[in-house]
């Protein structure tokens, strides 16, 4: 399955109010491992960056004043993201910038079936107590050094980190390693198989060994049998 992660950074708050994107930074996941493909994009508000912004994220109005405008990128955005569900930390607030956007250039809005919101999914896991992007990085060990500043790229990339242990993907994955191992036949080409940790007890009774012995003694020394049978036991010391 194919989902993106994606986090967006504002002017502001309130896109109903003026306020417009700067920044959006995706991650793409295949069966909830990120696959190393990313988008991300830096926007032209075309309007000042007030400070209280400016203290979150560190994008100047002059930085951004080279940047594109939304609609020069705004195909590339929707083909990266395909039809694929979208991971975001608090859905409801980057969705409403995006379709802001989406509906000054009059194009679809996303519909929000396709949103999974993982503040949401986080309460619900983690009731009672604070689950900011910061504080799921804390509770999962997950190095987030790196945030000085919100960054839509690198919060997306450490919010792909957070989903997986959130949906409970990366106990998953270490618990089926720690059951099996790939066996590649020829060496390459051929799919992994499952490898019995515990060998399956035998089947062949003593008697059964016995008489497929006796069998082999009749066909001669020179019998191909007699090489897959264990070595006589030295006789003991006199």
């Not at 980190?161 to 066996?183: F, N």
Request: glycine share 6%.
């Amino acid at each position: 399955m194919r989902e993106i992660v994606l986090d967006t950074e504002t002017t502001g708050l309130d896109p109903l109010r003026g306020d417009r994107l700067v920044e959006i930074g995706c991650v793409e996941m295949l069966n909830r491992m990120p696959t190393g493909q990313t988008y991300h994009v830096y926007i032209n508000p075309e309007r000042d960056m007030p400070a209280e912004a400016f203290a979150v994220h560190g994008l100047s109005a002059e930085f951004l004043s080279t940047k594109p405008l939304f609609h020069e990128v705004v195909d590339a955005f929707l083909e990266f993201i395909g039809d694929a569900p979208l991971v975001i930390h608090n859905a409801s607030f980057d969705i409403s910038f995006i379709n802001a956007e989406l509906d000054r250039i009059k194009r679809a809005a996303i519909p929000r079936d396709r949103l999974v919101d993982t503040l949401l999914l986080a309460r619900r896991k983690h009731p009672g107590v604070s689950n900011r992007l910061d504080d799921l990085c804390s509770r999962y060990s997950i190095d987030n050094s790196r945030r000085t500043k919100h960054g839509a790229l690198l919060d997306a990339e450490l919010l792909a980190e957070v989903y997986v242990d959130l949906v409970g993907a990366r106990q998953s994955q270490l618990l089926l390693a720690s059951e099996s191992e790939e066996i590649r036949v020829n060496a390459i080409g051929d799919a992994p198989r499952r490898q019995r940790l515990v060998p399956l007890a035998p089947r062949i009774s003593d008697a059964e060994r016995d008489a497929h012995r006796a069998f082999i003694a009749t066909l001669g020394d020179k019998a191909i049998w007699n090489e897959f049978l264990p070595a006589p036991a030295a006789p003991p010391a006199g």
